[in-house]
Protein backbone atom coordinates (compact mmCIF):
# COMPACT_ATOMS: atom_id res chain seq x y z
CA UNK A 1 0.00 0.00 0.00
CA UNK A 2 1.17 3.21 -0.85
CA UNK A 3 2.00 6.40 1.30
CA UNK A 4 1.89 10.27 0.22
CA UNK A 5 3.60 13.19 2.05
CA UNK A 6 3.60 15.58 -0.98
CA UNK A 7 1.05 17.25 -0.36
CA UNK A 8 1.68 21.11 -1.17
CA UNK A 9 2.83 23.64 1.42
CA UNK A 10 -0.44 25.44 1.49
CA UNK A 11 -2.79 22.47 2.61
CA UNK A 12 0.00 22.46 5.57
CA UNK A 13 -0.69 25.75 5.65
CA UNK A 14 -4.40 25.58 6.03
CA UNK A 15 -4.18 23.27 8.53
CA UNK A 16 -2.15 24.95 10.64
CA UNK A 17 -4.77 27.99 10.64
CA UNK A 18 -7.33 25.93 11.45
CA UNK A 19 -5.40 24.02 14.44
CA UNK A 20 -4.45 27.71 15.75
CA UNK A 21 -8.34 28.84 15.73
CA UNK A 22 -9.23 26.11 17.51
CA UNK A 23 -6.69 26.48 20.26
CA UNK A 24 -7.25 30.14 20.50
CA UNK A 25 -11.15 30.38 20.30
CA UNK A 26 -11.96 26.81 22.01
CA UNK A 27 -13.70 26.00 19.01
CA UNK A 28 -16.11 23.02 19.46
CA UNK A 29 -16.55 22.15 15.98
CA UNK A 30 -15.18 18.92 14.35
CA UNK A 31 -14.89 15.16 15.56
CA UNK A 32 -11.59 13.68 17.31
CA UNK A 33 -11.55 11.92 13.77
CA UNK A 34 -11.35 15.47 12.12
CA UNK A 35 -8.67 17.19 14.75
CA UNK A 36 -6.64 13.22 14.03
CA UNK A 37 -6.40 14.26 10.33
CA UNK A 38 -5.54 17.93 10.55
CA UNK A 39 -2.64 17.61 12.43
CA UNK A 40 -1.17 14.74 10.26
CA UNK A 41 -1.91 16.96 7.61
CA UNK A 42 -0.31 19.99 9.56
CA UNK A 43 2.99 17.66 10.45
CA UNK A 44 3.34 16.11 6.81
CA UNK A 45 3.08 13.03 7.94
CA UNK A 46 2.70 9.65 5.99
CA UNK A 47 -1.07 9.42 4.19
CA UNK A 48 -1.80 5.50 3.42
CA UNK A 49 -4.26 5.59 0.52
CA UNK A 50 -7.21 4.93 2.40
CA UNK A 51 -6.43 8.50 3.74
CA UNK A 52 -6.21 10.07 0.82
CA UNK A 53 -9.72 8.80 -0.15
CA UNK A 54 -11.16 10.00 2.89
CA UNK A 55 -9.81 13.38 2.60
CA UNK A 56 -10.67 13.70 -1.49
CA UNK A 57 -14.59 12.70 0.11
CA UNK A 58 -14.83 14.96 2.48
CA UNK A 59 -13.32 18.07 0.89
CA UNK A 60 -15.34 17.50 -2.32
CA UNK A 61 -18.95 17.45 -0.48
CA UNK A 62 -17.56 20.19 1.94
CA UNK A 63 -16.09 22.88 -0.85
CA UNK A 64 -19.26 24.66 -0.38
CA UNK A 65 -17.76 26.32 2.95
CA UNK A 66 -14.51 27.32 0.90
CA UNK A 67 -15.77 31.18 1.62
CA UNK A 68 -12.67 32.07 3.31
CA UNK A 69 -13.75 33.02 6.83
CA UNK A 70 -14.43 31.05 10.04
CA UNK A 71 -17.78 33.15 11.00
CA UNK A 72 -20.97 34.22 9.65
CA UNK A 73 -22.57 38.33 9.75
CA UNK A 74 -23.69 37.28 13.61
CA UNK A 75 -20.44 36.33 14.28
CA UNK A 76 -21.02 32.33 14.91
CA UNK A 77 -18.17 29.76 14.04
CA UNK A 78 -18.74 28.07 10.50
CA UNK A 79 -18.03 24.41 10.94
CA UNK A 80 -17.77 23.84 7.84
CA UNK A 81 -15.21 26.55 6.60
CA UNK A 82 -13.07 25.71 9.55
CA UNK A 83 -12.86 21.84 9.38
CA UNK A 84 -12.48 22.06 5.07
CA UNK A 85 -9.37 23.94 6.15
CA UNK A 86 -8.09 21.75 8.65
CA UNK A 87 -8.10 19.08 6.13
CA UNK A 88 -6.15 21.11 3.85
CA UNK A 89 -8.81 23.26 2.41
CA UNK A 90 -9.22 23.70 -1.59
CA UNK A 91 -5.31 22.88 -2.52
CA UNK A 92 -5.32 19.37 -1.05
CA UNK A 93 -8.82 18.54 -2.88
CA UNK A 94 -6.89 19.48 -6.14
CA UNK A 95 -4.01 17.05 -4.77
CA UNK A 96 -5.62 14.42 -3.85
CA UNK A 97 -8.50 14.06 -6.10
CA UNK A 98 -6.21 12.01 -9.23
CA UNK A 99 -4.92 9.95 -6.39
CA UNK A 100 -8.18 9.26 -5.06
CA UNK A 101 -10.00 8.46 -8.81
CA UNK A 102 -7.30 6.12 -9.57
CA UNK A 103 -7.39 4.27 -6.67
CA UNK A 104 -11.55 4.23 -7.01
CA UNK A 105 -10.69 3.05 -11.01
CA UNK A 106 -8.51 -0.09 -9.55
CA UNK A 107 -11.01 -0.70 -6.57
CA UNK A 108 -14.06 -1.20 -9.20
CA UNK A 109 -12.09 -3.63 -11.16
CA UNK A 110 -11.65 -6.37 -8.23
CA UNK A 111 -14.72 -5.15 -6.09
CA UNK A 112 -17.21 -7.76 -5.27
CA UNK A 113 -20.57 -7.50 -4.67
CA UNK A 114 -23.01 -8.56 -1.85
CA UNK A 115 -27.08 -7.65 -2.03
CA UNK A 116 -28.93 -7.06 0.83
CA UNK A 117 -32.40 -7.73 -0.33
CA UNK A 118 -35.71 -7.92 1.11
CA UNK A 119 -36.63 -7.72 5.34
CA UNK A 120 -34.08 -7.39 7.72
CA UNK A 121 -34.49 -10.14 10.74
CA UNK A 122 -34.40 -13.77 11.28
CA UNK A 123 -37.24 -14.04 8.83
CA UNK A 124 -35.04 -12.31 5.61
CA UNK A 125 -31.43 -10.95 5.39
CA UNK A 126 -29.72 -11.43 8.91
CA UNK A 127 -26.17 -10.74 10.30
CA UNK A 128 -25.62 -14.30 10.94
CA UNK A 129 -26.11 -14.90 6.70
CA UNK A 130 -23.94 -12.08 5.80
CA UNK A 131 -21.17 -12.66 8.34
CA UNK A 132 -20.40 -16.25 5.84
CA UNK A 133 -19.80 -13.61 2.57
CA UNK A 134 -17.96 -11.20 4.77
CA UNK A 135 -15.63 -14.00 5.65
CA UNK A 136 -15.19 -15.23 2.01
CA UNK A 137 -14.06 -11.57 0.64
CA UNK A 138 -11.39 -11.97 3.02
CA UNK A 139 -10.41 -8.16 2.78
CA UNK A 140 -11.37 -7.35 -0.64
CA UNK A 141 -13.30 -4.43 -1.55
CA UNK A 142 -16.81 -4.59 -0.93
CA UNK A 143 -20.05 -3.40 -2.58
CA UNK A 144 -22.88 -3.37 -0.70
CA UNK A 145 -26.54 -3.43 -2.43
CA UNK A 146 -28.85 -2.29 -0.03
CA UNK A 147 -32.63 -2.34 -1.18
CA UNK A 148 -35.11 -3.12 1.60
CA UNK A 149 -38.09 -1.84 3.49
CA UNK A 150 -36.25 -2.53 7.02
CA UNK A 151 -37.25 -4.92 9.65
CA UNK A 152 -35.53 -5.87 12.97
CA UNK A 153 -33.76 -2.81 14.62
CA UNK A 154 -31.20 -5.17 16.87
CA UNK A 155 -30.06 -7.07 13.36
CA UNK A 156 -29.77 -3.84 11.11
CA UNK A 157 -27.48 -2.33 13.63
CA UNK A 158 -25.94 -5.67 13.69
CA UNK A 159 -25.34 -5.86 10.42
CA UNK A 160 -24.08 -1.84 10.07
CA UNK A 161 -21.18 -3.28 12.84
CA UNK A 162 -20.43 -5.47 10.63
CA UNK A 163 -19.77 -3.59 7.68
CA UNK A 164 -17.61 -1.22 9.70
CA UNK A 165 -15.62 -3.79 11.28
CA UNK A 166 -15.01 -5.01 7.54
CA UNK A 167 -10.97 -5.19 7.16
CA UNK A 168 -11.51 -3.80 3.54
CA UNK A 169 -13.28 -0.58 1.82
CA UNK A 170 -16.97 -0.86 1.46
CA UNK A 171 -18.90 0.96 -0.69
CA UNK A 172 -22.97 0.89 0.14
CA UNK A 173 -25.52 1.89 -2.85
CA UNK A 174 -29.09 2.56 -2.25
CA UNK A 175 -31.47 0.75 -4.67
CA UNK A 176 -35.13 1.05 -5.10
CA UNK A 177 -36.29 1.93 -1.91
CA UNK A 178 -34.21 1.86 1.52
CA UNK A 179 -36.48 2.35 4.46
CA UNK A 180 -36.11 2.51 8.44
CA UNK A 181 -33.40 0.46 9.44
CA UNK A 182 -31.71 0.14 6.17
CA UNK A 183 -31.13 3.19 6.13
CA UNK A 184 -28.40 2.69 8.95
CA UNK A 185 -26.79 0.01 7.03
CA UNK A 186 -26.76 1.97 3.75
CA UNK A 187 -24.81 5.10 6.05
CA UNK A 188 -22.58 2.18 7.20
CA UNK A 189 -20.35 1.88 4.03
CA UNK A 190 -16.86 3.69 3.85
CA UNK A 191 -18.64 5.45 1.07
CA UNK A 192 -22.51 5.77 0.77
CA UNK A 193 -24.34 6.43 -2.43
CA UNK A 194 -27.61 6.16 -4.48
CA UNK A 195 -29.19 5.75 -7.80
CA UNK A 196 -30.96 8.45 -8.74
CA UNK A 197 -34.61 6.55 -8.70
CA UNK A 198 -34.17 5.47 -5.38
CA UNK A 199 -35.75 6.57 -2.30
CA UNK A 200 -34.47 6.98 1.64
CA UNK A 201 -36.73 6.66 4.32
CA UNK A 202 -36.24 7.89 8.18
CA UNK A 203 -38.69 7.29 10.66
CA UNK A 204 -39.05 6.45 14.75
CA UNK A 205 -38.81 2.99 15.03
CA UNK A 206 -42.13 1.25 16.71
CA UNK A 207 -42.98 -2.39 17.97
CA UNK A 208 -45.96 -4.01 18.72
CA UNK A 209 -46.37 -4.79 22.60
CA UNK A 210 -48.28 -7.05 25.01
CA UNK A 211 -48.78 -6.95 28.58
CA UNK A 212 -49.58 -4.67 31.60
CA UNK A 213 -48.97 -1.14 32.28
CA UNK A 214 -45.69 -1.91 33.58
CA UNK A 215 -44.81 -3.97 30.15
CA UNK A 216 -45.77 -1.22 27.66
CA UNK A 217 -43.96 1.34 29.48
CA UNK A 218 -40.66 -1.01 29.45
CA UNK A 219 -41.01 -1.08 25.64
CA UNK A 220 -41.70 2.38 25.30
CA UNK A 221 -38.88 3.23 27.36
CA UNK A 222 -36.45 0.59 24.81
CA UNK A 223 -37.91 2.16 21.67
CA UNK A 224 -36.80 5.65 23.09
CA UNK A 225 -32.86 4.50 23.32
CA UNK A 226 -33.43 2.59 19.94
CA UNK A 227 -34.28 6.18 18.65
CA UNK A 228 -31.83 8.04 19.94
CA UNK A 229 -29.11 5.48 18.50
CA UNK A 230 -30.51 5.65 15.24
CA UNK A 231 -30.68 9.81 15.14
CA UNK A 232 -27.49 9.67 16.56
CA UNK A 233 -26.16 7.67 13.08
CA UNK A 234 -28.16 10.74 10.99
CA UNK A 235 -26.53 13.29 13.32
CA UNK A 236 -22.92 12.01 12.62
CA UNK A 237 -23.17 11.17 8.96
CA UNK A 238 -24.73 15.13 8.66
CA UNK A 239 -21.36 16.73 10.67
CA UNK A 240 -19.55 14.71 9.08
CA UNK A 241 -20.26 15.95 5.26
CA UNK A 242 -21.93 19.09 5.78
CA UNK A 243 -19.95 20.06 9.07
CA UNK A 244 -23.09 20.49 10.88
CA UNK A 245 -22.90 20.89 15.13
CA UNK A 246 -24.05 18.15 16.78
CA UNK A 247 -27.21 19.63 18.63
CA UNK A 248 -27.87 20.92 15.11
CA UNK A 249 -27.64 17.64 13.05
CA UNK A 250 -29.14 15.48 16.11
CA UNK A 251 -32.53 17.90 16.15
CA UNK A 252 -33.05 17.91 12.06
CA UNK A 253 -32.57 14.13 12.87
CA UNK A 254 -35.36 13.62 15.32
CA UNK A 255 -37.62 16.13 13.48
CA UNK A 256 -36.98 14.21 9.96
CA UNK A 257 -37.48 10.83 11.80
CA UNK A 258 -40.88 12.18 13.43
CA UNK A 259 -42.46 13.18 10.25
CA UNK A 260 -41.33 9.88 8.67
CA UNK A 261 -39.40 11.74 5.94
CA UNK A 262 -38.31 10.35 2.35
CA UNK A 263 -35.89 11.66 0.42
CA UNK A 264 -35.09 11.22 -2.99
CA UNK A 265 -31.29 10.49 -4.02
CA UNK A 266 -30.31 14.26 -4.43
CA UNK A 267 -32.32 15.13 -0.91
CA UNK A 268 -30.31 12.72 1.01
CA UNK A 269 -26.92 14.05 -0.50
CA UNK A 270 -28.14 17.61 -0.09
CA UNK A 271 -28.41 17.26 3.79
CA UNK A 272 -25.48 15.12 4.40
CA UNK A 273 -26.90 11.55 4.19
CA UNK A 274 -24.99 10.07 1.66
CA UNK A 275 -21.63 11.00 -0.83
CA UNK A 276 -23.13 10.25 -4.46
CA UNK A 277 -25.77 9.88 -6.64
CA UNK A 278 -25.50 7.44 -9.55
CA UNK A 279 -27.46 7.70 -12.76
CA UNK A 280 -30.65 5.74 -12.69
CA UNK A 281 -30.88 2.62 -13.55
CA UNK A 282 -33.48 -0.86 -13.54
CA UNK A 283 -32.57 -2.93 -10.51
CA UNK A 284 -34.13 -6.19 -8.44
CA UNK A 285 -35.38 -4.52 -5.88
CA UNK A 286 -37.28 -4.85 -2.32
CA UNK A 287 -41.34 -6.21 -2.50
CA UNK A 288 -43.43 -3.42 -3.10
CA UNK A 289 -45.58 -5.17 -0.98
CA UNK A 290 -44.27 -3.87 2.63
CA UNK A 291 -44.96 -0.37 1.87
CA UNK A 292 -48.42 -0.58 2.98
CA UNK A 293 -47.13 -0.27 6.76
CA UNK A 294 -45.76 3.38 6.28
CA UNK A 295 -47.64 6.63 6.30
CA UNK A 296 -46.20 9.21 3.99
CA UNK A 297 -44.96 7.09 0.84
CA UNK A 298 -44.24 9.27 -2.69
CA UNK A 299 -46.12 8.57 -5.20
CA UNK A 300 -43.75 7.41 -7.78
CA UNK A 301 -43.31 4.24 -5.60
CA UNK A 302 -46.96 3.84 -5.15
CA UNK A 303 -47.67 3.75 -9.00
CA UNK A 304 -44.80 1.08 -8.94
CA UNK A 305 -46.29 -1.02 -6.85
CA UNK A 306 -50.43 -0.60 -8.49
CA UNK A 307 -48.53 -1.85 -11.82
CA UNK A 308 -46.93 -4.25 -10.36
CA UNK A 309 -50.10 -5.96 -8.56
CA UNK A 310 -52.23 -4.92 -11.95
CA UNK A 311 -49.45 -7.44 -13.55
CA UNK A 312 -50.19 -10.32 -11.12
CA UNK A 313 -53.71 -10.49 -10.98
CA UNK A 314 -53.69 -10.32 -14.66
CA UNK A 315 -51.56 -13.01 -15.71
CA UNK A 316 -53.14 -15.12 -12.91
CA UNK A 317 -56.77 -14.57 -14.59
CA UNK A 318 -55.17 -15.40 -18.09
CA UNK A 319 -53.49 -18.39 -16.92
CA UNK A 320 -56.58 -19.75 -15.03
CA UNK A 321 -58.35 -19.72 -18.42
CA UNK A 322 -56.68 -22.57 -19.46
CA UNK A 323 -58.96 -24.60 -17.91
CA UNK A 324 -62.10 -23.34 -18.33
CA UNK A 325 -62.91 -25.70 -20.86
CA UNK A 326 -60.39 -23.96 -23.98
CA UNK A 327 -62.46 -20.87 -23.72
CA UNK A 328 -60.87 -17.49 -24.79
CA UNK A 329 -59.21 -15.42 -21.75
CA UNK A 330 -61.75 -13.32 -21.37
CA UNK A 331 -60.56 -9.36 -21.81
CA UNK A 332 -60.52 -6.99 -18.87
CA UNK A 333 -61.77 -3.89 -18.97
CA UNK A 334 -59.34 -0.56 -18.57
CA UNK A 335 -59.83 0.07 -14.82
CA UNK A 336 -60.07 3.61 -13.04
CA UNK A 337 -56.93 5.28 -11.60
CA UNK A 338 -56.95 3.54 -8.47
CA UNK A 339 -54.62 6.23 -7.31
CA UNK A 340 -56.42 10.03 -7.97
CA UNK A 341 -58.02 9.45 -4.50
CA UNK A 342 -54.57 9.23 -3.08
CA UNK A 343 -52.65 11.78 -5.60
CA UNK A 344 -55.66 14.43 -4.22
CA UNK A 345 -54.78 13.49 -0.42
CA UNK A 346 -51.00 13.86 -0.70
CA UNK A 347 -51.04 17.11 -2.75
CA UNK A 348 -53.60 18.60 0.00
CA UNK A 349 -51.46 17.55 2.92
CA UNK A 350 -47.97 19.51 1.43
CA UNK A 351 -46.23 16.69 -0.22
CA UNK A 352 -44.69 16.58 -3.78
CA UNK A 353 -45.91 14.58 -6.04
CA UNK A 354 -43.54 13.38 -8.42
CA UNK A 355 -43.71 12.48 -12.35
CA UNK A 356 -44.07 8.93 -13.54
CA UNK A 357 -42.89 8.82 -16.43
CA UNK A 358 -40.89 5.43 -15.68
CA UNK A 359 -43.78 4.08 -14.25
CA UNK A 360 -45.49 4.47 -17.34
CA UNK A 361 -42.52 3.04 -19.35
CA UNK A 362 -42.65 0.10 -17.00
CA UNK A 363 -46.31 -0.77 -17.52
CA UNK A 364 -46.12 -0.48 -21.30
CA UNK A 365 -42.86 -3.10 -21.46
CA UNK A 366 -44.69 -5.22 -18.52
CA UNK A 367 -47.93 -5.19 -20.93
CA UNK A 368 -46.07 -6.91 -23.57
CA UNK A 369 -44.15 -9.31 -21.11
CA UNK A 370 -48.46 -10.20 -21.01
CA UNK A 371 -49.05 -10.53 -24.26
CA UNK A 372 -45.81 -12.58 -24.86
CA UNK A 373 -47.35 -15.19 -22.03
CA UNK A 374 -50.79 -14.87 -23.92
CA UNK A 375 -49.56 -16.42 -27.00
CA UNK A 376 -48.14 -18.85 -24.90
CA UNK A 377 -51.25 -19.60 -23.02
CA UNK A 378 -52.75 -20.13 -26.64
CA UNK A 379 -50.14 -22.77 -27.54
CA UNK A 380 -50.77 -24.52 -24.46
CA UNK A 381 -54.69 -24.69 -24.91
CA UNK A 382 -54.37 -26.88 -27.91
CA UNK A 383 -51.95 -28.89 -26.57
CA UNK A 384 -54.08 -29.65 -23.53
CA UNK A 385 -57.53 -29.94 -25.98
CA UNK A 386 -55.31 -32.53 -28.09
CA UNK A 387 -54.11 -34.21 -24.32
CA UNK A 388 -57.78 -34.21 -23.00
CA UNK A 389 -59.01 -36.42 -26.57
CA UNK A 390 -56.24 -38.68 -25.86
CA UNK A 391 -57.14 -39.41 -22.61
CA UNK A 392 -60.88 -40.12 -23.12
CA UNK A 393 -59.96 -42.74 -26.01
CA UNK A 394 -57.78 -44.72 -23.26
CA UNK A 395 -60.43 -44.47 -20.74
CA UNK A 396 -62.71 -45.71 -23.44
CA UNK A 397 -62.44 -49.55 -22.54
CA UNK A 398 -64.22 -50.94 -19.66
CA UNK A 399 -63.01 -52.09 -16.88
CA UNK A 400 -61.66 -55.71 -17.58
CA UNK A 401 -62.51 -55.30 -21.26
CA UNK A 402 -60.23 -56.25 -24.67
CA UNK A 403 -56.54 -54.94 -24.91
CA UNK A 404 -57.05 -51.87 -26.79
CA UNK A 405 -55.59 -51.77 -30.42
CA UNK A 406 -52.36 -51.05 -31.75
CA UNK A 407 -53.48 -47.20 -32.70
CA UNK A 408 -55.21 -46.69 -29.13
CA UNK A 409 -51.97 -47.62 -27.55
CA UNK A 410 -50.40 -45.21 -29.93
CA UNK A 411 -52.91 -42.62 -28.30
CA UNK A 412 -51.72 -43.20 -24.71
CA UNK A 413 -49.89 -40.53 -22.77
CA UNK A 414 -46.57 -40.59 -22.39
CA UNK A 415 -45.19 -40.88 -19.02
CA UNK A 416 -43.26 -37.35 -19.72
CA UNK A 417 -46.60 -35.85 -20.67
CA UNK A 418 -48.53 -37.21 -18.17
CA UNK A 419 -45.82 -35.71 -15.89
CA UNK A 420 -46.00 -32.87 -17.28
CA UNK A 421 -49.48 -32.19 -16.58
CA UNK A 422 -49.49 -33.16 -13.79
CA UNK A 423 -47.32 -30.15 -12.39
CA UNK A 424 -49.28 -27.74 -14.64
CA UNK A 425 -52.68 -29.30 -12.32
CA UNK A 426 -50.73 -27.93 -9.64
CA UNK A 427 -49.38 -24.77 -10.62
CA UNK A 428 -53.34 -23.95 -11.23
CA UNK A 429 -53.94 -25.26 -7.56
CA UNK A 430 -51.36 -23.26 -6.68
CA UNK A 431 -52.51 -20.03 -7.68
CA UNK A 432 -56.34 -20.40 -7.01
CA UNK A 433 -54.71 -21.00 -3.39
Not at 143 to 155: D, Q, R
Not at 210 to 232: N, P, S, Y
Amino acid sequence: MATYNNYPQSAVNNAKKALRHRDENGSSCGTRVGWVRANQIANRENLSDDTVKRVYSFLSRAAVYDTGSYTDEDGNEVCGSIMYDAWGGASMLRWAEPIAKRLAENNAKNMQEININGEIGEWGVNASALAYSFNEANGQDLLVAVSSPGGSVLEGFAIADAIRAYPGNVTTEGRGYVASIASIILLAGDRVRMAENAFLMIHNPWSMAEGDATDLRKTADVLEKMEMQIAEVYAQSMMKRKGMRYQDALAASLQYMAAETWFTAKEAKDIGLIDEVLTAQAYDIATFGALGRFAAVPMALLNNYEIEKKMKQNFIERFAALFNEGAEPTPTAPAADPLADARKVLEDAGYTVLASDEAEAQELEMEAVLNQAAEKIKAMQAELQEAKAQLKSVAGAPSGGAEPTKGAQAKRMTPDREKAYGALAAMLKDNRN
